[in-house]
């Protein structure tokens, strides 16, 4: 008999198809720890962000810059973990 607390299409896989959505759900958690990751360091870089956009001259701005770019990170790693660890397919 099935295991009921699974989703109906993931009832009746074989062995190879279980192994590639294990690998698939762990890249997905994968990406999410490495956006979670940036948010540590997108919070620590917000301590800075204030004081670089009011007292860097002119487009000098790194520590901004960084932040933007950890956001940038922390989206697309969660949108794409997220999208992993629920169900769409991988492409290898």
């Known amino acids: ?3 009921s607390l699974l989703p109906p299409e993931e009832r009746n896989l074989t ?3 279980v192994e590639a959505l294990d690998k698939r759900r762990d890249l997905g958690h994968t990406f999410l720890v490495i956006a979670g990751q940036f948010a540590v360091i997108a919070t620590v870089l917000l301590l800075w962000v204030g004081q670089d956009l009011t007292y860097s001259p002119g487009w000098a701005h790194p520590i901004a810059y960084y932040f933007f770019f950890a956001l940038g990170i922390i989206v697309v790693f969660g ?5 992993l660890r629920k169900g769409t397919p991988r492409i290898d």
């Not at 949108?79 to 999208?83: D, K, L, N, T």
């Open 79 to 83: 949108i794409v973990g997220i999208a």
């Open 1 to 3: 008999m099935a295991n």
């Open 15 to 17: 062995p190879d198809q």
